[in-house]
C-alpha cells in the first residue's frame, strides 16, 4: 500500500470516529476562546458564502462536506453534490435530509464528476490534510470539473507568508501553546503567497480575506475558458 493510501485511510478513519458527534464537538468548541482551531468557524462559514456569490440554478461541489454545516446555510435554489472520504460523515449527513444535496465518496485527488460540470467548488477545513504536492494535484482535478470562469473557494487554516508562519509559531511557543505548534507541525497549513502565484499562472484571478488567528478563505475565478493547466 503506499503512502498516499495509508494517509487517506488514516485521514478516513479519524474522521470516520468524530462522525457520531462531530456537530456538537464543533457547536461547543466554538465557545471556547482559547480555541483557535474553531475560533471563528461559522464566521469562515460566513466569509465562504460571501466569496461563493451563489445564483439560483448553479451547479455546487463541496469537497469534505462532512456533515453539511455548510449546506445548512445556503438559501438560494443551488443543486449541490458533496464529497466527503469519511463514509461516516457521509451517514450523518444523510440523517440531516438536505433535500437538495447529493454525496458520494471522493477526495480532492479523485472527483468522482464528470468534466466542466460545475459552477463553483467549495471547501471548507479540509485543504490542509494536503500535502503541497497534493495541493497542486488537486487544481488540476478542480479545473477539469468546473465550467468557464468557475470558481474556488476555500476556507481553511493559511498563513500568508513564510514570515507570517514564522510569526505564528513564535506567538504560539511564546504563550506556550504546544498544542498549536504541534498542530502546525502535523497539518500542512497553507502558504496563501505560494498558493496565489499558482492559481494565476493557471488563469485564476484570486482575492482572500483573514477571518481569526490562523483560519482565511480564498477565491480563485476563472478569468477565461483557457486552462493553462494540461
Not at 83 to 110: A, C, H, P, R, T
Not at 216 to 224: C, F, Q, R, Y
Amino acid at each position: 500500500m503506499t503512502d498516499k493510501n495509508n494517509s487517506a485511510n488514516i485521514i478516513s478513519g479519524c474522521h470516520n470516529n468524530q462522525a457520531d458527534n462531530y456537530d456538537e464537538r464543533i457547536f461547543k468548541a466554538v465557545e471556547d476562546k482559547q480555541n483557535f482551531i474553531r475560533e471563528k468557524y461559522f464566521e469562515v462559514h460566513q466569509e465562504v458564502l460571501n466569496f461563493l456569490n451563489l445564483n439560483d440554478g448553479e451547479m455546487l461541489l463541496d469537497i469534505g462536506i462532512g456533515t453539511g454545516l455548510l449546506e445548512e446555510k445556503i438559501k438560494c435554489k443551488v443543486k449541490i453534490f458533496g464529497i466527503d472520504i469519511s463514509e461516516k460523515m457521509l451517514d450523518k449527513l444523510k440523517e440531516k435530509n438536505l433535500n437538495n444535496v447529493q454525496f458520494i465518496q471522493g477526495s480532492f485527488l479523485n472527483i468522482p464528476f464528470g468534466d466542466r460540470m460545475f459552477n463553483s467548488i467549495v471547501s471548507c477545513f479540509a485543504f490542509h490534510h494536503l500535502s503541497d504536492t497534493e495541493k497542486i494535484r488537486s487544481i488540476f482535478e478542480m479545473i477539469r470539473v468546473l465550467k468557464d470562469k468557475g470558481r474556488i473557494v476555500i476556507g481553511d487554516f493559511m498563513y500568508l507568508n513564510e514570515a507570517a508562519k514564522i510569526s505564528l509559531i513564535t506567538k504560539f511557543r511564546n504563550e506556550k501553546r504546544n498544542d498549536m505548534t504541534e498542530e502546525m507541525d502535523e497539518e500542512n497549513f497553507t502558504n496563501i503567497e505560494d498558493f496565489k502565484i499558482i492559481l494565476e499562472e493557471n488563469g485564476f484571478d484570486v482575492k482572500y480575506k483573514q477571518v481569526s488567528t490562523i483560519s482565511w478563505v480564498i477565491k480563485a475565478e476563472l478569468t477565461g475558458s483557457e486552462l493553462l493547466i494540461n
